[in-house]
């Protein structure tokens, strides 16, 4: 069921949101060569507690992290560990935190000192993407208003949209209805209403958009070996469009 948020639940959920973009910016300085992204993790969640909130993700059916570190070819949910960045790597980080009750969900994908022109330009239309996909979003559109503007900006740049992976409602549960999918047809999918609050995240690989599961059951890489971006910010729909809720 998609549930519409009260005007406190939405100053909730901004709060939450907002805590999980100072987090980001937190990490920021540290995103240097030689770092883990362990430690990225325990840096993450020591600033997440010290917000009176906690990491949405940890033991969320099992995960083991509070963040979601994935590097290069990983596009998603890759689980925290000994492995150090390098020069030239590209990160997506993607933070969940609970602020009384309420979640906030909000991934970013960063170049590691000297990226070539490659991820440059994976970073730049990744980007790019989410925002041209947030733009749609007004009451009276549609869910599928949003993925099919992605997928044609994506596709017009000659990226590979992963379509096994959606965005999401946000709420009391960091993932609630409806699926807000990176691809898709205008006009069709639910209507949407001042109140909703969703998450859009595209996905996007620098070349196929086929991708796998590795043995650990969580981390998603892209099946040539080519790099992946992810763009993420929960917004709720207002009456003249949308707020986004994970920004300052």
């Not at 041209?132 to 993925?147: F, M, N, Q």
């Not at 109140?195 to 958009?209: D, K, R």
Request: contains cysteine; aromatic residues 8%.
């Amino acid at each position: 069921m998609i549930t519409i948020k009260s005007k406190r639940e939405i100053e909730l959920l901004k709060e939450a949101g907002n805590i999980v973009y100072r987090t980001h910016q937190y990490l920021k300085p540290y995103l240097k060569e030689g770092i883990t992204t362990k430690e990225l993790d325990r840096l993450a969640e020591e600033f997440i507690r010290s917000q009176n909130a906690t990491p949405s993700f940890k033991g969320y059916q099992g995960f083991p992290g509070s963040i979601c570190t994935s590097i290069n070819d990983e596009v998603v949910h890759g689980i925290p560990g000994n492995r150090k960045l390098k020069n030239g790597d590209i990160i997506s980080i993607d933070i969940g935190a609970c602020y009384k009750g309420y979640h906030g969900d909000s991934a970013w994908s960063y170049p590691v000192g000297d990226v070539n022109e490659g991820i440059q330009y994976l970073l730049e239309h990744t980007e790019k993407a989410l925002f041209v996909g947030l733009s749609k979003i007004k009451p009276g559109a549609r869910i599928g208003d949003i993925g099919a503007a992605i997928e044609e900006y994506a596709t017009h740049h000659h990226l590979g949209v992963v379509k096994e992976l959606v965005g999401h409602g946000v709420g009391t549960k960091i993932h609630e209805e409806p699926e807000v999918p990176n691809y898709g047809k205008r006009g069709t999918g639910p209507i949407l209403k001042e109140g909703m609050v969703i998450a859009v995240e595209p996905m996007l690989n620098l070349g196929s958009e086929d991708i796998y599961l590795l043995d650990d059951d969580w981390t998603i890489k892209t099946d040539d070996g080519l790099p992946s971006a992810h763009f993420e910010h929960t917004v709720a729909v207002t009456k003249e469009g949308y707020q986004i809720l994970t920004g300052e």
